[in-house]
């Protein structure tokens, strides 16, 4: 199913999500480690969220460096099977934005796909890619996290590694700053002209004011204004 890059109304209910994997392919074996979600709702980001460790059944091998997750700390997390209910309970119906989305929701499906569920995250779900959001909005640019977080002024400061529920969590700023409308991409602008742009500063004359009264020139005055510019 085709992703939906699409912009909600307020009222519409996000989940912001990130994984963390032993690597960048499911096909070569690679597998979840960590699951991170946090609920946006009216635009506003709460305290709903969803975080769980997996026990993927293999060496988390060198992407240990990326995310510092290690396979003694996985030792007695559940598996994807024990997680899986409570995750699609958490995201069904909801519209889902992601960071470079085909590679989560690669992972998931293929874990739906080894526990035999035949559904799709996509089946269930309204998927928002921020990538190719990024990539529309400002082409030519970097877009991956960190580049976003600089160009919209995003605290990054804990993120010294990577981590699927941390990142669930600046991504929902990010998204909140892409999709703010007009006054989020020329704040700049609002900001220097909203002395000039106040109602409140703006007086407003009466409909019914008297008429302004016009005095003309008498016939001496038009010819000397008319010398005026000759000489």
Partial sequence: MDLFYVILSSMERLIVLDTE???IDPSEGHRIIEVGAVQ?????ITSTEFHRY???????????NIHGIT??????????NQISDDLLSFIEGAT????????DLGFLNNELKLIDIKETIESICTVIDTLELSKQQR?????????????FGI????????????????LAQVYLAMTGGQSSLF?????TESNQTDPSLIKRVKENRDKIKVIYANKDELEAHKNYFQN
């Fill in 155 to 170: 605290d990054t400061s804990a993120r010294t590694r990577h981590g699927a529920l941390l990142d669930a969590q600046i």
């Fill in 21 to 23: 994997t032993t690597g």
């Fill in 96 to 103: 889902l934005v992601i960071h470079n989305a085909p590679f």
């Fill in 71 to 80: 396979d003694k700390f996985l030792i007695n997390k559940p598996q994807f």
């Fill in 54 to 64: 997996v026990q993927p059944n293999r060496k988390v091998g060198e992407s240990v």
């Fill in 40 to 44: 946006i709702l009216d635009r506003e």
């Fill in 139 to 151: 082409p030519g640019t970097m877009h991956n996290l960190d580049a976003l977080c600089r160009r």
């Fill in 187 to 191: 704040q700049e602008v609002t900001n």
